[in-house]
């Protein structure tokens, strides 16, 4: 099915483990970005990516890693896990210079670090 | 840098009643602005965005909003609320030019009490 897939929709790691999360999107968007949502503080910026192989850190980058190697894929990457990084991870995309000026979501990925 | 601040983070209100979710915003350059709905256990939906031009939008669902530059506003309103509006609204912010990053406010929990 066409649109933005998030796998996988949940997770639970041990702290000290790393994990990768991965984002899918069929619509060729430019623009790729990494959300985590918690009580208290709305959705806060990870990583955003401009185009494959073009990613810039957003307003909470530690602890993270992304790669954008090709244009629909945008994994997230957790390399020591720790439980401050428990949240709902959103993947979303969006495409300014073909009018899709919104973000496009997907359904989230739920993590638990215990 | 671009900023969004939502007054209320819970706003109860009952069915066929008028509500009101406000939205205040800061930037230093014009934006884009948007209002998403999240139902629980699931991704962020966009309701309405301003892009330019007409400052009252109409969205789905019956919501619209006004744009408000001199106040830095743009609040969410619905004239008759259904139960199934009950949801996490979240606003939005982009500057245009600026990265297409997104900024988002806290939440409003929108409780329609029968």
């Known amino acids: 099915d066409a649109g933005i897939t998030q796998s996988p929709r949940y997770k639970i790691t041990e702290t000290g483990r790393q994990v990768t999360l991965m984002c899918h999107q069929t619509w060729s968007h430019s623009y790729m970005f990494w959300y985590r949502q918690d009580l208290g503080h709305g959705l806060r910026l990870i990583y955003y990516?401009?185009?494959?192989?073009?990613?810039d850190k957003g307003e909470v980058p530690d602890g993270y890693v992304v790669s954008r190697s090709k244009t629909e894929n945008f994994p997230l990457t957790l390399e020591s896990a720790t439980r401050s990084q428990t949240s709902v991870y959103f993947c979303?995309?969006?495409?300014?210079?073909?009018?899709?000026?919104?973000?496009?979501f997907g359904q989230g990925t739920r993590l638990t670090v215990v | 840098a671009q900023s969004v601040t939502q007054l209320d983070s819970q706003v109860p209100v009952f069915e066929e009643a008028p509500v009101e979710l406000r939205c205040n915003y800061s930037?230093?350059?014009?934006?884009?602005l948007f209002w998403y709905v999240q139902y629980p256990n699931q991704g962020l939906q966009l309701l309405l965005k301003?892009?330019?031009?007409?400052?009252l939008v109409k969205g789905i669902n019956g919501f619209e909003a006004e744009f408000n530059k001199s106040q830095t506003s743009f609040h969410l309103r619905k004239p008759s609320v259904h139960i199934s509006d009950t949801a996490e609204y979240f606003c939005a912010v982009s500057g245009y030019n600026t990265g297409n990053q997104f900024y988002f406010g806290t939440g409003t929990s929108l409780t329609v009490i029968p």
């Open positions: 990516s401009a185009a494959a192989d073009i990613t």
């Open positions: 301003y892009l330019s031009g007409s400052t």
């Open positions: 930037s230093s350059v014009s934006v884009y």
């Open positions: 979303a995309s969006s495409n300014p210079g073909q009018g899709d000026t919104e973000a496009f």
